[in-house]
Each structure stands twice: as structure tokens, then as C-alpha cells.
């Protein structure tokens, strides 16, 4: 089990998945007796459909394994999340019985865990590699051409450099010192700190630059790990309203400094690059707390700072 982010990484054995299973085949043979026929939802409910299949048939009952969705009796996953497979199925085929390995909604165990079956386990990145090479498919090339032969391990690398947000915790950068901060009761102001993220809705990326201010309360932090901070953030699946605040709130956090005021600017190439497929506009968004907020005089300096 590692660290990823907010939740804790839980690589299953062959012998989990049995047992999951069993317990699974527990439940359905306390229903009413019937003759069982499996679909696996494509693809980590196939082999979850056969690990199954192969717990019922260890207690006599007789069961089988089908292509076709409304040929069976019940419809099997590894995992219910947050339930959108689930959702679907039982819209297309209200009358079938939908069975997972895990249901995370109910079983608080799993609530917070990232969870891989065997069958998505190996080197990370070569699995990342994998769904890289059927995007190429997807959209209509050969991943075996010579110039795309290398892609899917740049790809995994590059996704490496842009994800490095998760699992970092800005208090292992926001070391404060109070040496240095006698007297200091003004703003501290760092313009035009370039970042690059991804936004989360198209995973395109939006760029720009922020600027950040706080007004200190007998510490102070070195310059530069306010740009460490933003990229904690910036490196993530991201929407900018959410990066402007985070790096808000964990000043306040972390310094807690009498004041904190963020602005960015950015472009957005999910709108640049497709939809209305408008160049060149800048979205700004801004986020003030303490007394940046409560004071408008603080608040007005801040403001022609950054625009200076």
C-alpha cells in the first residue's frame, strides 16, 4: 500500500480475488435458487465474471458465462465507484442483477483507496504506456510507426512531470522563518510566477502566470516556495477557480499571515484549441483572505501591485 494523493493504493492477489468472489457467489446463492448466467462488463468485469463463475460452480450451483448482456441473469464488475457503471447498465437492463467484487459505497473500508486487480497490475508505466498506444489507435494511427514507436513512454514520462502535484504536501515547502521578520508588517508581493496545469475537464492544458502577496505575522517564508507551491497545485488535474484557492488557503494554513491575496491569469487550450476555438483570451481569477479581504485599502494595494 503507497501514498497517491489524498488516498492509499491497494494492489489485490489472484487470492483476494477469489475470495471477493466467494463471498460474492455467498450472496447470490442466498437468493432464490436459478439457474445463473454471467455478462462481465469489458473489461475489468470479465475476469471478475469468471472468477465467479468458478465460486459458484464450486458450490454445485449451475452457472455460465454469456456475450450478451440481456441474456443474463446477472451483470458483473470488479469495482463500483461512484456508481456510473452501475447507473448505465441498470438503465439499458432494469430487470438484471448488478454484482461487483468491491462496492465502494458501501463498504467504508475501500471509501479512500485506490484498488488494482491482477489484471491491471505490472510496471506502472508500462500500463500507462498500453492506453497511450490505443489512443494512437483511436484516433486512426499506428502506434508501430516509426515516428510514434517512442511516444507512449514519453507520454508516460511527461504525464509523470505534470501529475508531480499529487502526494506533495505544501508544509514540506512552506518553511517559515521569523528571523528577518522584525517589523515586517507590509505586503510581500511575487509577480508573474509562470506555471503550466491541466484541466480536468478535457485534460488540456491551461498556462499562465499568478502572483501572490501576503502580509506576514512575525514569519516570513523564502521567496521561492511560493512558486513551489503553485506548481504543488498547478501539477494536478486542475480547474483555475480551485488552483487560485488552494494556494490561498494554504498560505493561510501554513503562515498564517495576516493577509493573502493570489490572482491568475491564464489561457485555457480546451477553449483555444476546440469548442469556440478562441485564441489569445486571458481568464483571471482571484482569491483574498485575511486582511486583504476585510481591509479595502490592503486590498487595493495588493490589487495595483500586481497590476504594476
Known amino acids: 500500500m503507497r501514498g497517491n494523493g489524498d488516498s492509499t493504493m491497494i494492489k489485490l492477489t489472484n487470492t483476494d480475488v477469489l475470495v471477493l468472489a466467494a463471498r460474492v457467489a455467498e450472496r447470490i446463492t442466498a437468493m432464490e435458487p436459478c439457474k445463473i448466467v454471467l455478462y462481465g462488463v469489458p473489461r475489468g468485469g470479465i475476469p471478475a465474471a469468471y472468477a465467479l463463475h468458478s465460486a459458484l460452480m464450486s458450490k454445485n450451483i449451475e452457472a455460465s458465462i454469456t456475450d450478451a448482456p440481456n441474456q443474463a441473469t446477472h ?80 507520454v508516460a514520462r511527461a504525464w509523470s512531470h505534470w501529475g508531480a502535484g499529487y502526494g506533495k504536501n505544501p508544509a514540506d515547502v512552506l518553511r517559515v522563518f521569523e528571523d528577518g521578520a522584525e517589523n515586517v508588517d507590509e505586503l510581500v508581493v511575487v509577480k508573474d510566477i509562470p506555471f503550466y496545469s491541466q484541466c480536468e475537464h478535457h485534460m488540456a492544458p491551461f498556462f499562465g502566470t499568478a502572483t501572490i502577496g501576503y502580509i506576514p505575522n512575525g514569519k516570513i517564508v523564502g521567496l521561492s516556495k511560493l512558486s513551489r507551491l503553485l506548481d504543488i497545485f498547478a501539477r494536478r488535474l486542475q480547474v483555475q477557480e480551485r488552483l487560485t484557492n488552494q494556494v490561498a488557503d494554504a498560505l493561510i494554513e501554513h503562515l498564517d499571515p495576516l493577509g493573502v491575496g493570489v490572482i491568475i491569469n491564464a489561457r485555457h487550450l480546451c477553449m483555444e484549441s476546440r469548442g469556440i476555438c478562441k485564441q489569445g483570451h486571458l481568464t483571471i481569477t482571484s482569491a483574498v483572505r485575511g486582511a486583504l479581504r476585510e481591509k479595502p485599502e490592503a486590498r487595493a494595494e495588493f490589487m495595483a501591485l500586481a497590476r504594476a
Open 75 to 154: 451483470i458483473v464488475d470488479d469495482l463500483i465507484d461512484s456508481g456510473a457503471t452501475l447507473k448505465a447498465y441498470r438503465e439499458d437492463y432494469p430487470t438484471k442483477l448488478f454484482v461487483a467484487l468491491i462496492d465502494k459505497r458501501t463498504e467504508q473500508r475501500y471509501h479512500r483507496q485506490w484498488i488494482t486487480f491482477p489484471w491491471e497490475q505490472g510496471p506502472e508505466e508500462h500500463g500507462i504506456e498500453d492506453n497511450v498506444r490505443r489512443v494512437i489507435q483511436f484516433l486512426g494511427d499506428d502506434p508501430k510507426r516509426e515516428g510514434l514507436l517512442d511516444t507512449p513512454a514519453r
